[in-house]
T-cell receptor, first 115, second 115 residues
Framework: GESVGLHLPTLSVQEGDNSIINCAYSNSASDYFIWYKQESGKGPQFIIDIRSNMDKRQGQRVTVLLNKTVKHLSLQIAATQPGDSAVYFCAENGLWAGNNRKLIWGLGTSLAVNP | GAGVSQSPSNKVTEKGKDVELRCDPISGHTALYWYRQSLGQGLEFLIYFQGNSAPDKSGLPSDRFSAERTGGSVSTLTIQRTQQEDSAVYLC?????????????FGPGTRLTVL
């Protein structure tokens, strides 16, 4: 069905370590992918995106990797800080049944950074 | 304001009552989305408005749910005869339009509790 799943519902890391959050998507026709961060009590906030014609994109301390062969997306956070503690959502945008373009959200991974 | 605003921030109601949730999108954003997020869960798409086009209501869970967007700006999500399973955070987001590259900006959400 239409779904984007996450390998790990929770992730706990030490401050200063690198974090990797994984996401499996289901639609091979998806051509745009987004990572959002949601802090407690707030709405999701855009982190980084990537188009399907790329396999890697870097931002400030974050890198998104896209493997279209296995329909896998990952978010890497370098030197994880306490302020990175949040729920991270991946989302895929593509054409679905009925030639409708939709943005489908994953369930989220909770990242806890230990001082 | 600079961002998406939602009101009220919290709403407690009794089962069977109607509720109205308001969203003020970012000025100039033509696309507006409503999502529902249950505790510890991902985002569930409800409805999408784009300019003067007919809204995409494909995510509304039942006919008790409806939404309007007046003048292409403010939107109201109405839930009639509320049920306990309607308890969730209702998030509104806006973007410039629905093309893939346009980031969605989220409001802080309205936490609805149905007793």
């Amino acid at each position: 069905g239409e779904s984007v799943g996450l390998h790990l519902p929770t992730l706990s890391v030490q401050e200063g370590d690198n974090s990797i959050i994984n996401c499996a998507y289901s639609n091979s026709a998806s051509d745009y992918f987004i990572w959002y961060k949601q802090e407690s009590g707030k709405g999701p906030q855009f982190i980084i995106d990537i188009r399907s014609n790329m396999d890697k994109r870097q931002g400030q301390r974050v890198t998104v990797l896209l493997n279209k062969t296995v329909k896998h997306l990952s978010l890497q956070i370098a030197a994880t800080q306490p302020g990175d503690s949040a729920v991270y959502f991946c989302a895929e945008n593509g054409l679905w049944a009925g030639n409708n373009r939709k943005l489908i959200w994953g369930l989220g991974t909770s990242l806890a950074v230990n001082p | 304001g600079a961002g998406v605003s939602q009101s009220p921030s919290n709403k407690v109601t009794e089962k069977g009552k109607d509720v109205e949730l308001r969203c003020d999108p970012i000025s100039g954003h033509t696309a507006l989305y409503w999502y529902r997020q249950s505790l510890g869960q991902g985002l569930e798409f409800l409805i999408y408005f784009q300019g003067n086009s007919a809204p995409d209501k494909s995510g509304l869970p039942s006919d008790r749910f409806s939404a309007e967007r007046t003048g292409g700006s403010v939107s109201t999500l109405t839930i009639q005869r509320t049920q306990q399973e309607d308890s969730a955070v209702y998030l509104c987001a806006s973007s410039l339009d629905r093309t893939p590259a346009n980031e969605q900006f989220f409001g802080p959400g309205t936490r609805l509790t149905v007793l």
